[in-house]
Nanobody, 122 residues
């Protein structure tokens, strides 16, 4: 069982930055770590992922603004979010799973945190 706990969400003005953190209980057993988000009325969206080799993938909507990275010694995953936009407002979830052919597809994630709210205002 993998336990994930997110933190770092909050309210920020458009153009600002936030850093989300996710601590895990069995970090080394997950070949994929990722961040997802869900805004009211929308489907869950894969925001960013990182595999055990450090290869990262991003949604087009966040490329160049968000960075996913990890600290293996602390078993912690991060999402640095810069230049935040109103449309980034959502509940953000940390997830862990298995890669397929080295790629972290959405369907490979089976463990989820409780979520942390990010609200961007004008």
């Amino acid at each position: 069982q993998v336990q994930l706990v997110e933190s770092g969400g909050g309210s920020v003005q458009a153009g600002g930055s936030l850093r989300l953190s996710c601590t895990t209980s069995r970090y080394s057993y997950s070949s994929c770590m990722g961040w997802f988000r869900r805004a009211p009325g929308n489907e869950r969206e894969q925001v960013a992922s990182i595999n055990s080799s450090g290869f990262t993938r991003y949604a087009e909507s966040v490329k160049g603004r968000f960075t996913i990275f990890q600290d293996n010694a602390k078993a912690t995953l991060y999402l640095q979010m810069n230049s935040l936009k109103l449309e980034d407002t959502a509940m953000y979830y940390c997830a862990a799973g298995r890669a397929s052919g080295g790629v972290c597809y959405s369907g490979g994630f089976g463990y989820w945190g409780q979520g942390t709210q990010v609200t961007v205002s004008s």
